[in-house]
């Protein structure tokens, strides 16, 4: 296995040339991409733009075709790369919550950290109830996630996923499957990642969180990146027709 130190002073993401093929269909078509550490990019754009699958391609849960993806300057398309390793510093957050039911939302916050960290019992809780805190669910940890509103369980799983201590946070459209009046908890969650810092590449719909709190924003259509840049001017005055036409319909 490849050492998986990172690199001092290298991008938290580093995406070039990338391509993915599903059968004869390319869905990413040479995307260039990348993420400094302390940044939080937001990546819009219509369905089916590739965007869901550059943001996998990420952490290789899905397999690039072509390219290079380096994070932190590891090259995780080296065949040779300890990939878990490489995984263990970034966290995920889905659309759906893909928390355990037969488990506490304690257990679901302790169980990686004891199998994949080796953390003790201990340690592990209290990281575990560190993070509730941090998410406004110190009071729902003997909670199973059936009795927990959608947006709770979201907060859940983004605290899940903060007790594995990631370098940076992939989020997937981490609000669309949640009623809109639960939304706001976890946008807000996200915002307080921002402000401490986090590393986070979020693809969203939620504009007005982009405009907030990214420093980049990135529009994606047919499998290229469009346009990008800071996310007030891309938004108040988008120069490419597509993103001009897209945001005509979503803002």
């Known amino acids: 296995m490849t050492t998986v130190e990172p690199e001092r002073g290298a991008r938290a993401i580093e995406v070039r040339d990338l391509h993915k093929y599903?059968?004869?269909?390319?869905?990413l078509k040479g995307v260039d991409f990348h993420v400094d550490a302390g940044q939080v990019v937001c990546v819009i754009g219509p369905s089916g733009s590739g965007k869901s699958t550059l943001l996998r391609c990420v952490n290789r849960l899905e397999e690039p075709t072509s390219g290079r993806i380096l994070v932190e300057g590891i090259d995780i398309c080296d065949p040779e790369v300890d990939l878990a390793a490489v995984r263990s510093r970034i966290g995920m957050v889905f659309q759906q919550f893909n928390l355990f039911p037969h488990m506490s939302v304690l257990k679901n916050l302790c169980v990686a950290q004891r199998r994949v960290r080796k953390r003790s019992q201990d340690e592990a809780v209290r990281i575990a109830r560190d993070n509730l805190a941090k998410v406004g669910l110190a009071d729902k940890e003997n909670a199973y996630p059936a009795h927990l509103s959608g947006g709770q369980q979201q907060r859940v799983a983004?605290?899940?996923?903060?007790?594995?201590?990631?370098?940076?946070?992939?989020?997937?459209?981490?609000?669309?499957?949640l009623d809109p009046e639960l939304v706001g908890d976890v946008l807000a969650v996200m915002r307080t990642l921002a402000t401490d810092g986090m590393t986070m590449?979020?693809?969203?719909?939620?504009?007005?969180?982009?405009?907030?709190?990214?420093?980049?924003?990135?529009?994606?259509?047919?499998?290229?990146?469009?346009e990008e840049g800071d996310p007030v001017d891309v938004l108040s005055h988008p120069?490419?027709?597509?993103?001009?036409a897209f945001l005509s319909k979503v803002l």
């Open 158 to 177: 983004i605290a899940r996923a903060l007790s594995m201590e990631p370098d940076m946070m992939l989020f997937d459209e981490p609000t669309s499957a």
């Open 239 to 244: 120069r490419h027709a597509r993103t001009q």
């Open 22 to 27: 599903y059968g004869s269909h390319e869905v």
């Open 201 to 226: 590449m979020v693809v969203t719909h939620e504009m007005g969180f982009a405009r907030e709190v990214g420093d980049n924003l990135v529009f994606m259509d047919g499998g290229v990146i469009v």
